[in-house]
């Protein structure tokens, strides 16, 4: 009886596992695919881009031509005509990332230093050349002599020089200014960078220069439409008022005055040095003493300089004296010495260097020449 109760509860309860190995089973029949298809469904979300996400550019155009612009501004803190207003204020961009329109300056470039340039080397020395020119004045022949100094490398770059015309005192000629060392005071300076290379045209005065007190049949009217019309068709001479300069000593002082007083327009510099202002024929329409203040001399630059012991020193004074009340811009130097060679020799690179400060030391500054 035991043993019959004990196998039917052993068929009982292979029967009861058989029931629940069956149900685990149809369980998971039901379950695994359901697994399946939500592990498929979890995949491919994980994979897939949220549509409203931003797109955010690694480099934004208007962002990059911002920085060009900030780096342009920093480069040219040097250029005095940038201010703090002018750099552009980056705009912010929207929360959509829609770039908004900009307004982007266009760099500048950084400008060189101007003032003191540095000379270009040059192997071609400066010289002295002599000749003639034709002449109508009967008095002194139908050519007349004249030497011009041309600086380093004068014509290599095929543009202009500007021009000074220096006159010599009374009973001269066209060497006294060579004797005098202007040309290798020039010389010096110009390869020193302290004044432009220029041309330097000496006349011989002859006859009109030691005779004759102004207007268009004295040595006035010889200069302006004989000397330097023929120095600018012969040479690489700045033909306009801006690249002339005139000047001179003694007698020759007295016309570098008259002639520049009685036209302005023509002249950029005037320099009386030491200047013979004793001419009693010269009227008051010729005279330097009364054109240098009763004149419109526009902005003609004037400089006046003798030796406080020169015995020509009280007409000199005066006109200095009658052109400061007048209110007539002008440079004045009283300078130790007497009326002598000695003196102008001295001076000569003060001339000089007052002579060529309106001019540029850039080559690149002046207009092609014409003359071969």
């Given at each position: 009886m035991a043993g019959q109760l004990q196998e039917i509860n052993l068929k009982t309860?292979?029967?009861?596992?058989?029931?629940?190995?069956r149900f685990k089973y149809l369980l998971g029949c039901l379950i695994l695919p359901l697994f399946l298809l939500a592990a498929a469904c979890s995949l491919s979300l994980g994979t897939a881009e949220p549509a409203l996400q931003p797109q955010h550019p690694?480099?934004?155009?208007?962002?990059?031509?911002?920085a060009q612009a900030d780096e342009a501004e920093t480069n040219n803190t040097a250029n005095p005509e940038s201010t703090a207003n002018d750099t552009p204020e980056p705009q912010a961009l929207d929360p959509t990332w829609t770039p908004q329109p900009t307004t982007t300056p266009t760099p500048t470039n950084t400008p060189e230093p101007s003032q003191t340039p540095t000379p270009e080397h040059c192997d071609t020395p400066g010289q002295i050349i002599t000749g003639t020119y034709p002449s109508q004045n009967l008095m002194d022949g139908p050519e007349r002599n004249y030497r011009v100094y041309l600086p380093p490398c004068y014509g290599q770059d095929g543009r202009l020089y500007p021009t000074l015309y220096m006159f010599h005192g009374n009973i001269g000629d066209d060497s006294v200014w060579d004797e005098l060392g202007l040309d290798e005071a020039a010389e010096e300076l110009i390869q020193s960078g302290q004044i432009p290379p220029l041309i330097i045209a000496l006349p011989d005065g002859g006859f009109l220069a030691n005779n004759t007190s102004g207007g268009p049949n004295s040595f006035e009217g010889h200069i302006l439409n004989e000397f330097i019309p023929f120095i600018e068709e012969t040479y690489c001479a700045w033909p306009d008022p801006e690249g002339r300069a005139i000047g001179g000593l003694s007698r020759g002082g007295y016309w570098s005055l008259e002639i520049a007083f009685r036209s302005p327009e023509l002249f950029i510099s005037?320099?009386?040095?030491?200047?013979?202002?004793?001419?009693s024929a010269a009227g008051?329409?010729?005279?330097?003493?009364?054109?240098g203040v009763n004149n419109d001399l526009g902005d003609l630059r004037i400089y006046l300089d003798i030796g406080e012991n020169d015995y020509l020193l009280p007409n000199t004074l005066r006109l200095h004296e009658d052109m400061e009340a007048a209110g007539r811009p002008h440079v004045w130097v009283l300078n130790e010495g007497i009326h002598e060679d000695g003196y102008w020799a001295l001076h000569a690179p003060d001339y000089l260097l007052w002579y060529g400060e309106p001019w540029?030391?850039?080559?690149t500054a002046y207009s092609a020449c014409q003359q071969s």
């Open positions: 309860a292979r029967g009861n596992a058989l029931v629940k190995g690694t480099t934004s155009p208007t962002a990059v031509s911002l005037v320099g009386g040095h030491s200047a013979a202002l004793l001419d008051p329409d010729m005279n330097p003493q009364f054109t540029p030391l850039d080559r």
